[in-house]
């Protein structure tokens, strides 16, 4: 069974610029998290979208979007990037909603901002 | 509210024991854990539900208890491959309020 999968592995951009990333679930997930991982600061959660729909996000200003596709993959886009947006950013997908489901994550989009 | 993990690292001999602490300063419905080698993904260790059960997985067990709003794990005769970031993810409500909110991690080292 496929895992969770990302891409591009890495990105480099500049301030000002848009970024899109991306993320495919494991197969028969339809939750999709992303978290942002910044330098000693944990794990930061972003948004999380279950079949389709956008049903919570973390305290990320607007900038942060993204979106689900019919097949539950998933876009993180990030507008007028700044300097502090330079992170590792992780995508999880879990079989359903619900405390009882584990989170399985990719090996994330390393985002730097120049 | 993020979950405050204690230590922040811990150094230990393989064949050691050690425990890792996540405290919540507010009611917990979940609380998750998760190891993360150096520049790899997150993976799921065990999800522990409000109940006070105690879960293990191998060498490794967890307990939570809800009216202290804490979890901790237990690292018993620990192995090289343990070496890693441990996260504990809290959850404080279920729904559409659903999310899991980590701690900034503790980081173990096993030497030989």
């Known amino acids: 069974e496929a895992g969770v999968t990302q891409s591009p592995t890495h990105l480099i951009k500049t301030r000002g610029q848009q970024a899109t990333l991306r993320c495919s679930p494991i197969?028969?997930?339809?939750?999709v998290y992303w978290y942002q991982q910044a330098l000693g600061l944990g794990l930061q959660f972003l948004l999380w979208?279950?079949?389709?729909?956008?049903?919570n996000r973390g305290n990320f200003p607007p900038r942060f979007s993204g979106r689900q596709f019919p097949n539950y993959s998933s876009e993180l886009n990030v507008n007028a990037l700044e300097l502090e947006d330079s992170a590792l950013y992780l995508c999880?997908?879990?079989?359903?909603?619900?405390?009882?489901?584990?989170?399985?994550f990719g090996d994330g989009t390393r985002l730097s901002i120049l | 509210q993020q979950p405050v993990q204690s230590p922040q690292a811990v150094i230990l001999r393989e064949g050691e024991d050690a425990v890792i602490n996540c405290s919540s300063s507010?009611?917990?419905?979940?609380v998750h854990w998760y190891r993360q080698k150096h520049g790899e993904a997150p993976v799921f260790l065990m999800i522990l539900l409000k109940g006070g059960e105690q879960k293990g997985h191998d060498k490794i067990s967890a307990s939570f208890n809800e009216k202290k709003q804490q979890s901790s794990l237990y690292l018993t005769a620990s192995q090289l491959s343990y070496s890693g970031t441990y996260f504990c993810?809290?959850?404080?409500?279920?729904?559409?309020?659903?999310?899991?909110?980590f701690g900034k991690g503790t980081l173990l080292t096993v030497n030989p």
């Open positions: 979208y279950d079949e389709g729909e956008e049903r």
């Open positions: 999880a997908s879990s079989l359903s909603i619900g405390s009882n489901q584990p989170q399985h």
């Open positions: 507010k009611a917990l419905y979940s």
């Open positions: 197969s028969g997930h339809t939750s």
């Open positions: 993810g809290t959850e404080m409500g279920g729904g559409s309020n659903y999310k899991l909110t």
